[in-house]
Structure formats: C-alpha cells, structure tokens
C-alpha cells in the first residue's frame, strides 16, 4: 500500500474529534488514578493542568502511528498515547512559573500556578512525570506488548523528555534569554525542545504495535519534521496572532528571545515550515506507509491558527 491519498480538511476534523474524546477519557483515567494518592490540593492542580483542553496532537499522532501498522485502534493505545500528554501537561505548567516563563494565560484560562499557586503546580508536574513512565508500561503490557517492547517504548517516553530531548532543550531555551542564537542554534534547540516528544509519539505508537525498524524510523522522521514545522508555525503564530486568539502570552519575541520569524522574517518562516511538512509525507510515503490522516495532519500543523 502507498500513501498516494491525503484526508480532506473535513475528514481530518472529524477523525481529531473522535481521537480526541478517546484522549481525553484515558486522561481522566490517569489523572482520577493520580489524584486517589495525592493531597487534594495537589490533585486539584493536577486536573487543572492535565484535562484544561489543549490539540491533545502528541496523542493523536502516537495512536494514529499504532493504528497505520495495526489497521485499528484499541483502548490500551489511548492509555499509552495519554502518558505522553501527562509529559506535555507537566512541561507547560512548569514553563509558565515564573522562574521560566512566567505565563498567566495557557489554553484560554489562568496558568495553574495562577490558580494553585506555584509550591503546589511544582508539587503536581513532579508527580506527573513518574506517573507517565507507570502508565506508558502498563498500556504496553495490556496492548500485549512483550517486555522488551514496553521497555524499549517507556525508555522512547523518558529519553525524549530528559536533558537529550525536551528539559535539555529548556536549558538552551533559558540560556537563550542571555544570547542570540543563529539558525542552526535555533533548529537544535526546538529539535529538542519540542520535536523530541512529536517525534516519540510516534515512534511510541509504531513500537507498540510491533512495527519493523524502517517503519519505526520513518515515523521517526515523519515527527522531526512535523516537529520542526509545529515550532516555526508557533513563532509565525506568536507574530501574528493576539493572546487572545492564540489562549496564551506570545513569549519568545517578547523576551528578546530569537525565533523563526526573528532570523528569516516571515514569509520564509512559512515557507520553512511548508518545506518540513512536505519532508514529513515525503518520510512515509517512500516507506510505503498509508496513513491519510497523518499526511493531513502534517498540513493541518503548518495551517493552524492557535
Ligand atoms: C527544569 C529546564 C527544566 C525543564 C523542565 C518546563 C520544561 C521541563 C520543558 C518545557 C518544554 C516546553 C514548554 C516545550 C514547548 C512545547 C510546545 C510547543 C508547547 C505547545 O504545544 P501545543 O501547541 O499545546 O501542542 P496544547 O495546548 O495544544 O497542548
């Protein structure tokens, strides 16, 4: 099979809604199963930063992966795909403190450290990174994963969130406050910022179901790419748009940071993430993996509006 054919704008939407609900059932599973063992405030804290809405687009692509290479879906992916997005909530609540990027406004509502204050929103995204890495072996095992998948899956999770991936690409972010980066700077620091946990989203999904390396490695790519491209759109976003439209503060310009739009200017930031979005259909289609949705939804990162 070959991916010669692109989902229409209309059958995406509809796909993202169903796989969102699923997404968001499982979350609430995980964060209800959290909250028994936590103090209320905590919890509460918690809940606010998990299930505050959100494109939910890390969970999507690690189910969407699972199912081009199952041919379906089942309940069990939703729980791994949600460990990602307990990584993700953690990470947003933690970089709108004010020790980092100081935020009230995250997905149209106050920031959780507005609401619970900041000891308590630290307190809630330390104990979302444990839980995540539980969460992510326990949908393995039940998907029917052998051991040494869930642990190679669990190890994709926490490698792309640590100091190789997602926190190391914070440090550089946050030196960043302090010096101007060039281009090639930029793409490594978002590489790993944002595109390490797009990327093992994938890779996530594609190893649980059991997928063969070629495959694994071109979900690999297909998620550098839309990852690259998902950034570039949130700086020409941050130029473009109000804290209104976008639910959040436009942050990097704002603290002098370079971004996409800073370096390039903005048609060529656009262009730039067109060019990473076509990168990403090309990854799958010369691996011979017909995925609709996912060539849609390379589109849809470049095109969105918030
Ligand atoms: C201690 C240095 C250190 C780090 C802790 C705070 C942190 C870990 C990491 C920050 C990572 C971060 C904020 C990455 C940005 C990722 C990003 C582009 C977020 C926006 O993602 P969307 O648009 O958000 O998918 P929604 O709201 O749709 O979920």
């Given at each position: 099979?070959?991916?010669?054919?692109?989902?229409?704008?209309?059958?995406?939407?509809?796909?993202?809604?169903?796989?969102?609900?699923?997404?968001?059932?499982?979350?609430?599973?995980?964060?209800?199963?959290?909250?028994?063992?936590?103090?209320?405030?905590?919890?509460?804290?918690?809940?606010?930063?998990?299930?505050?809405?959100?494109?939910?687009?890390?969970?999507?692509?690690?189910?969407?992966?699972?199912?081009?290479?199952?041919?379906?879906?089942?309940?069990?992916?939703?729980?791994?795909?949600?460990?990602?997005?307990?990584?993700?909530?953690y990470s947003l609540m933690h970089d709108d403190l004010?020790?980092m990027d100081?935020a009230?406004?995250r997905?149209?509502?106050?920031t959780?450290?507005?609401?619970?204050?900041?000891?308590?929103?630290?307190?809630?995204g330390?104990?979302?990174?444990?839980?995540?890495?539980?969460?992510?072996?326990?949908?393995?095992?039940?998907?029917?994963?052998?051991?040494?998948?869930?642990?190679?899956?669990?190890?994709?999770?926490?490698?792309?969130?640590?100091?190789?991936?997602?926190?190391?690409?914070q440090?550089?972010d946050?030196?960043?406050?302090?010096?101007?980066?060039?281009?090639?700077?930029?793409?490594?620091?978002?590489?790993?910022k944002?595109?390490?946990?797009?990327?093992?989203?994938?890779?996530?999904?594609?190893?649980?179901?059991?997928?063969?390396?070629?495959?694994?490695?071109?979900?690999?790519?297909?998620?550098?790419?839309?990852?690259?491209?998902?950034?570039?759109?949130?700086?020409?976003?941050?130029?473009?748009?109000?804290?209104?439209?976008?639910?959040?503060?436009?942050s990097?310009?704002?603290?002098?940071?370079?971004?996409?739009?800073?370096?390039?200017?903005?048609?060529?930031?656009?262009?730039?993430?067109?060019?990473?979005?076509?990168?990403?259909?090309?990854?799958?289609?010369?691996?011979?993996?017909?995925?609709?949705?996912?060539?849609?939804?390379?589109?849809?990162?470049?095109?969105?509006?918030?």
């Amino acid at each position: 099979m070959t991916l010669r054919v692109e989902a229409g704008a209309d059958a995406l939407a509809a796909y993202l809604d169903t796989e969102r609900q699923a997404v968001e059932a499982a979350l609430l599973r995980a964060v209800d199963a959290l909250a028994a063992a936590l103090p209320s405030d905590v919890a509460a804290a918690v809940r606010h930063g998990v299930m505050g809405g959100g494109k939910r687009l890390r969970p999507v692509l690690c189910a969407s992966a699972y199912a081009a290479c199952r041919g379906g879906t089942r309940a069990a992916v939703y729980d791994l795909s949600a460990s990602i997005e307990l990584i993700h909530a953690y990470s947003l609540m933690h970089d709108d403190l004010p020790c980092m990027d100081d935020a009230d406004l995250r997905r149209g509502r106050p920031t959780t450290h507005k609401e619970h204050g900041e000891a308590v929103t630290m307190r809630a995204g330390a104990a979302l990174i444990p839980m995540a890495a539980l969460q992510a072996l326990a949908a393995c095992e039940r998907l029917g994963c052998e051991p040494e998948v869930s642990k190679a899956v669990t190890a994709v999770l926490l490698r792309a969130a640590g100091a190789g991936g997602m926190v190391g690409g914070q440090w550089v972010d946050l030196e960043g406050e302090e010096m101007s980066f060039g281009p090639a700077d930029l793409d490594d620091l978002h590489r790993r910022k944002t595109g390490a946990l797009l990327a093992a989203s994938l890779e996530m999904g594609a190893l649980a179901a059991g997928a063969e390396e070629p495959v694994v490695d071109a979900f690999r790519a297909y998620g550098r790419a839309i990852g690259l491209a998902f950034q570039i759109v949130d700086d020409v976003l941050d130029a473009t748009q109000s804290a209104e439209t976008l639910g959040k503060n436009p942050s990097d310009a704002a603290h002098g940071k370079s971004t996409y739009v800073s370096l390039h200017g903005l048609d060529e930031a656009r262009r730039r993430a067109r060019a990473e979005s076509d990168r990403a259909v090309a990854a799958l289609t010369e691996a011979d993996i017909a995925a609709p949705m996912l060539a849609a939804l390379a589109r849809f990162v470049v095109e969105r509006q918030s």
